[in-house]
């Protein structure tokens, strides 16, 4: 996954397109989607990691995706966060611990915000005449 910083953001954004498999099931993110890191709070770095820890990166950018995309539920999004953290090099007890927190409090990030809609809109305008495009699974009311 390479990533590049946002010079007028506090994050970074997919250099490239980014694709992931976890249990036959294969998750396309376009490039320049933006990735904020593993919601962790800063109280809880020295406990679990820190928000752009190399082990969370991946796992947090795909489920970011998901729950802006809503292409999967949000149980099956949770669960591949905790999949991809343990294929990352967490460790087992710090992945299953993120996992119950994301499934305790995530359903409050679930709904997309109109802020959330319009970047997903404006990704969705970059990428749109791509013959690939369908693959990233855009929500319906963004990519008719």
């Known amino acids: 996954m390479k990533l590049q910083p946002l010079p007028d953001r506090r994050c970074y954004e997919l250099a490239e397109d980014c694709s992931v498999t976890v249990d036959d099931l294969t998750i396309h993110v376009p490039a320049g989607f933006p990735c904020d890191g593993a919601n962790i709070p800063p109280l809880l770095w020295p406990l679990l990691y820190q928000a752009?820890?190399?082990?969370?990166?991946?796992?947090?950018?795909?489920?970011?995706?998901?729950?802006?995309?809503?292409?999967?539920?949000?149980?099956?999004?949770?669960?591949?966060?905790?999949?991809?953290?343990?294929?990352?090099?967490?460790?087992?007890?710090k992945a299953r611990f993120i996992y119950r927190v994301v499934r305790l409090l995530?359903?409050?990030?679930?709904?997309?915000?109109?802020?959330?809609q319009l970047r997903l809109r404006d990704l969705y305008q970059r990428h749109r005449n791509r013959p690939d495009?369908?693959?990233f699974g855009f929500p319906v009311e963004i990519a008719p």
Not at 77 to 87: F, G, M, Q, V, Y
Not at 106 to 116: Q, T
């Open 52 to 93: 752009f820890d190399p082990r969370v990166m991946l796992a947090a950018t795909v489920h970011d995706w998901l729950y802006h995309t809503h292409s999967h539920s949000r149980a099956m999004a949770d669960t591949l966060l905790e999949k991809l953290l343990i294929r990352e090099n967490a460790a087992r007890f």
């Open 106 to 116: 995530g359903g409050l990030f679930w709904p997309n915000s109109v802020e959330d």
């Open 133 to 135: 495009v369908a693959k």
